[in-house]
């Protein structure tokens, strides 16, 4: 039952969503993008964040890019581990919603210079409210049932040798619990930096994203209980136990040990309750170059350096003692390279596409091992991620009557995960996504933008085993998820 308190923790503090893009970063970051899925060659305002060396090409003077999505996930989980109460397959599922995803894009274009700045959610967003538990959680307080049956059927021989009537002690048949866990998750990115158009083909970028990363942890686990032939169900374990005690006629070794074992089972399945934030900042800086060849062709690069950040805990209540006030902890953005191509076939119609490559590999996300000494270290992801993560995308956009656009895209996404890191706390999915919109020109100075992206991830078989008394139980886990995005925007030149 240890388990139990180390499953609680890492479910609670296993709530940083990535809606689109990385392991742990959102490039999800405007309604254009929404109705698109390619913006790494683009030129309009939300360039700020996707290629701003391309600022280069916009009018003199201000622009303002305002957005905001609105995204829902699902996270689906099945295991036919037989001990569980809905065996032989038992089902959870968690909720993760983020109302408020808002973009904010600023530029001053004057010649040959331009500056800008943004605002993003860069990592998270949302919260993840884990209603009907996981597997992971519950399996160690699913084995209680077995571990009591096996235990007390020494005691059942027993009595019935001596007496020849079988008390049936260890005709355990439930368990039951409650389990409250809701987190928050928040990287909040400022961006700012300047783009110099070095002539009329080649600009330059160079900026840098401050980054607030704020995690949130509320949790409990109460109620923990058995059902047994006798006392009254449902009832804590421990109070089963002493209860057997408490009938002779048991010799006094055996009542210590009933007891002992009680009082263990107490100190194991008592309740527990976590209040914690995290909270830490870092910086990486930017850089990118635009190519614009022709009016047909325009091609992006950019690369964004890897973002440290350590945070630091907060607690106020951590009754497994996982969260020391004032502890640290590393949660790091991976650096990511990007590159992206525009064309223009003809006046209205316009094809991209590009990829991001993220350097997942030497950044450091939270996992721990063993430092040679009984204790642990943080490491970073070489043994959990065999491949740095990418995603590649295309769209095609048309431009009807001057004024009114559509645009469809395809996004594919590999996140070089090993089976390391996956688990039922922590997942992550190879994904496809659509995405389609339209946006509408008014006069020179407006541009609305409306999308909607729908994220498919393939379903994640984990074979693995619990060791249950010494015996090795196998089991499988399947995790899935599916993820919408509903965005609307407006673009505005002065």
């Keep these: 039952m240890k388990r139990v308190n180390l499953i609680i923790i890492a479910l609670m503090t296993s709530i940083i969503t990535v809606y689109a893009g990385g392991l742990v970063t959102n490039t999800n970051q405007s309604a254009a993008w929404a109705r698109t899925l390619t913006r790494h060659a683009s030129y309009g305002v939300d360039a700020v964040y996707y290629n701003p060396a391309g600022l280069s090409l916009l009018k003199n003077g201000f622009h303002l890019s305002l957005s905001n999505q609105t995204i829902t996930q699902t996270r689906r989980i099945t295991s036919d581990f037989g001990y569980l109460n809905g065996a032989p397959e038992s089902a959870y599922e968690a909720e993760l919603m983020a109302p408020v995803f808002p973009s904010i894009y600023a530029v001053y274009k004057m010649d040959k210079w331009t500056f800008s700045a943004g605002f993003n959610v860069i990592g998270g967003g949302g919260s993840a409210n884990f209603e009907s538990g996981l597997p992971s959680f519950e399996i160690p307080v699913a084995t209680l049932v077995p571990l009591l049956q096996s235990s007390l059927l020494e005691l059942d021989k027993g009595v019935e040798d001596q007496t020849g009537w079988n008390p049936g002690y260890s005709n355990v048949t439930a368990y039951d619990m409650d389990a ?248 992550a999915l190879k994904s496809n996504t659509v995405g389609g919109g339209v946006f509408v020109d008014i006069g020179e100075l407006l541009t609305i933008n409306a999308g909607v992206t729908y994220v498919m991830y393939q379903d994640y078989k984990n074979t693995q085993s619990y060791d249950l008394m010494g015996t090795a139980v196998p089991y499988t886990d399947t995790y899935g998820k599916n993820t919408m995005i509903f965005a609307v925007g407006v673009d505005i030149s002065l």
């Design 180 to 427: 409250a866990f809701n987190g928050s998750s928040t990287y909040m990115g400022f961006q700012a930096g300047a783009t110099y158009a070095v002539n009329e083909m080649i600009s330059i970028y160079l900026g840098g994203r401050y980054v607030t990363a704020t995690n949130t942890y509320e949790g409990s686990l109460t109620g923990v209980s058995i059902d047994a032939p006798y006392g009254d169900n449902p009832q804590p374990p421990g109070d089963y136990i002493r209860l057997i005690a408490t009938n002779p006629p048991f010799p006094d070794d055996v009542v210590a040990t009933l007891q002992a074992t009680a009082a263990g089972l107490d100190a194991m399945t008592s309740d527990k309750a976590l209040s914690a934030v995290q909270t830490g900042s870092g910086f990486a800086p930017i850089v990118g170059v635009n190519l614009h060849l022709t009016d047909m062709i325009n091609v992006a690069v950019k690369y964004e350096h890897q973002t440290k950040l350590e945070l630091t805990n907060k607690t106020e209540v951590d009754d497994v003692n996982m969260f020391p006030d004032g502890g640290k902890v590393r949660a790091d953005l991976p650096g990511m390279f990007s590159a992206g191509v525009q064309l223009k076939p003809l006046p209205n119609l316009t094809a991209s596409a590009g990829m991001n490559y993220f350097l997942d590999k030497p950044a450091y996300y939270g996992n721990t091992g063993d430092d040679g000494n009984g204790g642990e270290v943080q490491i970073n992801n070489e043994s959990t991620i065999d491949q740095n993560g990418y995603t590649a995308s295309a769209s095609l956009e048309y431009k009807f009557l001057g004024m009114l656009g559509v645009s469809a895209g395809f996004l594919t996404a590999n996140n070089g995960v090993n089976n390391h890191y996956q688990s039922d706390l922590n997942y």
